[in-house]
């Protein structure tokens, strides 16, 4: 049998051979992982124990034998696997830089690297995100509505679901960290960020979610507790009826006006013709006026937030839902923003504001200048700015989280500025649109040009009512 040393740390922390017999292992006193980490790694060193000849078990020559303490080598292994996990968690989340022109721009500055690769020769310089709130509980009732005094506990109506929290969180807010990690840098910075959500709890809290996955503290300057890796980052909001922006709920009289003009449209008309049954059958079977397809659209929702909590849904509703309310149901949207004057006053007010950032950023490249604007709204919100680009498709239900992405590049080559539009269901790829008349990377004079009738120049002066005796309708629930 072969004798050998165990090593021991000393009081220095380096290890010492100590001989033993017949394998029995001196255990050395327990110290903390890292007091572990940092005395043995260091000092580690294979050594050789010559084994005494008197020793009568002893076969033959001296043995070498190399030994670690069990509780030193159980430690050293925990170790390497916390450091192999960390590091593969923080090169999967940001980024490993493939040059070293990417390890030179600590703020990210570097070229975006998407998806699909390497956008060749082109600089992102600015990003604009705006989506829809996560999963809710339902916002709207109708009075034979079985569950119309269900409190949905506990959310209460119209709250953000465990689900919908999950959901924005890791596939808008880590999506968005994973895309554009190292052009925002990992930092938060107040001077590069720029947020926004209209005046309701659930795009507020969809937004804090989305906040959390792209700006986690951990391993930055501004981690204030190891034991949670979130941050408060503020975000501005606009009470609903002075919302100018992702609602636009000030008053237009104007846009009242446009409304009335398209129920008169021929195609309209005839759209309100074919489902007059379908209206009536509705009125009668859920006590609730319906007799257009918004009214339509509220039903639907209210269906698929009382489905989606695991309700079970009235008798009546296998013969509507969701295959009749639905085709309806998109083309609602569509309705609400049907001509290019609607899309302007609807959809405008948030194209002019991210003009204007374009046209300050390429101004004035090395002043200081927002890298990404971040928006918490509606379904509504995602279509109206999507119609006012002129690419939204009204085949498509813009269900929770959707997504709308503008980004600003500048060409390395030329110096010239283009857009790219893109939209975004949770669990799908980033869908790239080319505005009609433009490329998909569209050079922001010709995106002015296209988009001149959908870009207000003067919103004010465009709501002024034709009919000075229009009255707005009182405002819905969002």
Known sequence: MCYGAIPTLDQEGYLRGEAIGNFQINRHPSRTLSAVTRSVLPQVRLFRVPVPDSTPSTPGPDCAMYYLSRRVLIMLTCSVLITTIVFFTAYGVYGAPSSAEDLSHEDGDAELLDH??????????????????????????????????????????????????????????????????????????????????????????????VLAGLFPPQGTALQWNRRLDWQPIPYFSEPLSQDTL??????????????????????????????????????????????????????????????EFGLKLPA?????????????????????????????????????????????????????????????????????????????DETVLPDYGVMGVLELYRDVSTGQYSVTVGQKQLGQPLQRLAIPGCTEVCPIEKLKTVLKTTIPTDWKKDCVAKDPTVVEPPPSGP
């Open 116 to 209: 699909l690769g390497r956008r060749p020769g082109l600089e992102l310089k600015q990003v604009h995100v705006f989506f829809r709130h996560g999963q809710r509980t339902p916002a709207d009732t109708y009075p034979k509505d079985p569950y119309v005094n269900f409190t949905f506990e506990p959310y209460d109506w119209g709250q953000l679901t465990n689900k919908g929290k999950y959901s924005v969180y890791e596939q808008i807010g880590l999506w968005l960290r994973e895309r554009y990690g190292r052009f925002v840098g990992a930092t938060y910075r107040a001077k590069n960020v720029h947020v926004q959500t209209t005046g309701v709890s659930r795009t507020q809290m969809s937004m804090q979610l």
């Open 246 to 307: 992702l609602l636009v709920r000030v008053s237009c009289p104007r846009y009242t006006e446009t409304v009335q003009e398209s129920f008169q449209m021929p195609e309209i008309k005839a759209l309100m013709n074919a489902n007059k049954q379908l209206y009536e059958n509705l009125t009668r079977i859920t006590g609730l006026t319906i007799a257009t397809p918004d009214d339509v659209q509220s039903l639907f929702s209210t269906l698929k937030a009382e489905s």
């Open 316 to 392: 009546w509703t296998k013969e509507y839902y969701p295959h009749k309310l639905l085709p309806l149901t998109k083309k609602s949207y569509a309705l609400n923003v049907y001509t290019d004057e609607m899309k302007r006053l609807k959809g405008g007010p948030f194209l002019r504001k991210t003009l204007n950032e374009w046209e300050a950023l390429i101004a004035n490249p090395t002043g200081s200048h927002k890298k990404i604007l971040l928006y918490a709204g509606h379904d509504s919100t995602v279509v109206n700015i999507l119609s006012a680009l002129k690419v939204w």
